[in-house]
C-alpha cells in the first residue's frame, strides 16, 4: 500500500473528491450539495404532495397557480456513502491483480474519508462479508489500510450474490464501486441492473493481468480454471490467442456498453503503469 499513498500522490488525490453523478440523500451533514426537503433556506424545486408530508412545506403559492399540492424541497449539505465491493474471488489471485484491487480500493477511500463521506468495504466471492461498515472521518484511514490488507483471494464468484447480500442489509443508497475482473460465469448486467434499480450508483473498475489480456504462445497447455480447479489441454499457437483476443474484446465491449447507455463510469486496469491514470480519470470526473 507504501508505494500506492506516497506523499506525491496523496497532494494529488487530497485535491479531488469522489465523482457524483446521482443525487442521494445523506443522513447526516456532510461537504456535499443534495436535495433534502426542509433542510436550508436554498430553494432547489418542486415535488408532489404525498400523504403524510409535512403540510408546512406546501407551496400555496404553486397551489393557486397550478390547482394541485406540491412541496418545496431545499438544498443541504450531505454525505455521501462510498461502498468499495471488493472482488477476492480466487481468480483475483492471478498475477497483481487483488493487489491492483487493493490499491485502487485504498486510494477512493482515502479521498472519500478526506472529504468526509462514509465510507463501507465489503469483499466478495461465493457471498459477501464486511470488511470495514460505514465509517467517516480521517482517523479511519489506517483501519482502512489494515482490514484491506487482511482481504485474501479464494472461492468462486458471484456477483448476483453479493449484490443480494448488500441489498439485504437495508442500506441506505449510494456510490458502489465495483473492483473486480468480471470474470462472472454468472454474469454482471442483471446484478449491476438491480443496484440502478435501487438508486444505487456502480462504479465499474476492472483488474486483470497483464498475461490475460496480450498471452503468448506457449504450445501443448494445460489450464487450469483457479475457482474451479477444472483443467482442459489447449494448444496455445497464435491462431488460438486471435480467437482469445477476439472474444476477450467482445467482452470489453460488452462491458463498455453497457456502461455508457446506462451513464455508468467504466476503467479498466492491465497493469500498475495505469494506475494513478485509472484513478484520476475516475476521480475527476471523466466522461461526465
Do not use: C
Request: glycine share 8%.
Amino acid at each position: 500500500m507504501s508505494a500506492l499513498l506516497s506523499p506525491e500522490f496523496l497532494a494529488r488525490l487530497s485535491r479531488l473528491r469522489i465523482a457524483v453523478r446521482r443525487r442521494f440523500a445523506g443522513s447526516s451533514a456532510g461537504g456535499r450539495r443534495s436535495l433534502r426537503r426542509g433542510a436550508s433556506a436554498e430553494f432547489a424545486e418542486h415535488r408532489p404532495y404525498y400523504a403524510g408530508d409535512d403540510v408546512r412545506r406546501i407551496d400555496w403559492n404553486a397551489y393557486a397557480r397550478l390547482e394541485e399540492l406540491v412541496l418545496r424541497l431545499f438544498v443541504a449539505e450531505e454525505d455521501v456513502t462510498l461502498y468499495l465491493l471488493i472482488d477476492t474471488s480466487a481468480s483475483l489471485s492471478v498475477g497483481t491483480k487483488l493487489e491492483s484491487a487493493k490499491k485502487i480500493a485504498a486510494a477512493l477511500g482515502y479521498v472519500a474519508l478526506s472529504g468526509s463521506e462514509r465510507v463501507s468495504v465489503m469483499a466478495f466471492g461465493d457471498g459477501l462479508t464486511t470488511a470495514l461498515p460505514p465509517s467517516r472521518g480521517k482517523k479511519r484511514i489506517a483501519t482502512l489500510l489494515m482490514q484491506l490488507d487482511r482481504l485474501e483471494a479464494q472461492g468462486g464468484t458471484s456477483l448476483a450474490r453479493a449484490v443480494d447480500g448488500l441489498l439485504s442489509r437495508s442500506v441506505r443508497p449510494g456510490i458502489v464501486a465495483v473492483i473486480s475482473d468480471f470474470l462472472d460465469p454468472e454474469g454482471f448486467a442483471r446484478p449491476l441492473d438491480r443496484l440502478l434499480a435501487q438508486k444505487f450508483e456502480p462504479v465499474l473498475l476492472q483488474v486483470l493481468d497483464r498475461q490475460e489480456v496480450e498471452p503468448e504462445a506457449g504450445g501443448d497447455l494445460t489450464l487450469i480454471d483457479s475457482e474451479r480447479g477444472d483443467r482442459i489441454e489447449v494448444t496455445l499457437d497464435e491462431r488460438a490467442i486471435r480467437a482469445y483476443r477476439a472474444r476477450l474484446h467482445a467482452f470489453f465491449g460488452e462491458l463498455e456498453s453497457w456502461s455508457k447507455k446506462r451513464g455508468v463510469h467504466y476503467g479498466r486496469l492491465t497493469s500498475d503503469t495505469q494506475l494513478e491514470d485509472l484513478l484520476l480519470g475516475y476521480l475527476r470526473g471523466a466522461g461526465r
